[in-house]
């Protein structure tokens, strides 16, 4: 299909790839952004797969508190250089993180890092789940592992949609700022604080609490 400049412009900012190799991912995913960058990356073009590999330490430790106290957050992004560490660009972007990581509430920062006992549980909710749903039981695997995706874009930072764009993900943001800085850029590890977790209380929805902070 044919596929306009605009698009191509926009696949290029996100992935840092060349023009023609954007205009025939496009062309290969009928136009679909999100399936066009995936495409560059599987091919090794886009800029993201070309500095996954490269060694990451630098960087800076965020901190975001919520108005009022109630949700803190520590995040720590690592970049390649100190001096990119230190520009604005790298932390606005990493505030950014903090502060959806408030709103979010994700508990692990890839689906790697999730427990096996976790995913374990997890399957054997989601199976009884189908059973009772009087699915046949040859397809009952292939509904978990579908499920599961949602289980993943739900609770992993790296595939949560972005609370200030919600059309692309954490991870999709990610692959955007190292196409434009330059660096391998990696979300290391963060830490959550709610006031009272764990407690009884009446139940808030933080996420537009924190959304209505930043359009102040």
Known sequence: MAVNAASVKELRERTGAGMLDCKKALEEANGDL???A??????GLSAAANKAGRIATEGTVESYIHAGGRIGVLVEVNCETDFVGKTEQFREFVKDVAMHIAASSPLYVRREDVPQDALDKEREILT??????????????KMVEGRLGKYYEEYC???QSFVKDPDKTIAQLVNEKVATIGENITIRRFARFELG??????QENFAEEVMAQ???
């Open 157 to 159: 930072l790296m595939e």
């Open 214 to 216: 930043v359009k102040k």
């Open 197 to 202: 977790e764990g407690l009884e209380k009446k």
């Open 128 to 141: 009884a789940q189908a059973l009772n749903e009087g699915k046949p039981a040859n397809i009952v695997q």
């Open 34 to 36: 999100s399936k066009a």
């Open 38 to 43: 995936d495409i560059l990356r599987e091919k």
